[in-house]
């Protein structure tokens, strides 16, 4: 399937304020995140690279020791294992590409 709506891709809440919608491509995993005013992600860290860019609004995010306000157009590179998290400073849309898939996040199988 090379051409996909991810307006028309199953959302699902992640944790509380985050909702996904997913795409796999068999080697990276595209995650479309809303995600609401305030609304927290826990610091956690995983075996994935992840790019994690907003598409809207404002996102403090912490890599490491290293914190900085994201807003279009800037993107952050996260290497696998490294401790990160953060916080929407305003309501955002955020688009992370992860490598390998995340099996954990195949809630819709369109785009697979």
Do not use: N
């Not at 944790?15 to 995650?31: D, K, L, N, Q, W």
């Not at 995983?46 to 020791?65: D, K, M």
Request: proline fraction near 6%.
């Amino acid at each position: 399937m090379p051409f996909i709506d991810v307006d028309a891709l199953q959302q699902t809440e992640v944790i509380e304020g985050y909702s996904a919608r997913t795409i796999h491509t068999g080697t990276m995993t595209f995650v479309y995140w809303t995600v609401a005013e305030g609304a927290a992600m826990p610091v956690h860290a995983h075996l994935h690279e992840q790019v994690a860019h907003v598409l809207s609004g404002q996102f403090e995010l912490t890599v490491g020791s290293e914190t900085q306000l994201l807003e279009p157009g800037k993107v952050a590179l996260i290497p696998p294992h490294v401790p990160h998290g953060g916080r929407a400073i305003t309501a955002c849309q955020l688009l992370d590409v992860f490598l390998p898939e995340r099996d954990d996040y195949k809630f819709d199988q369109k785009g697979k």
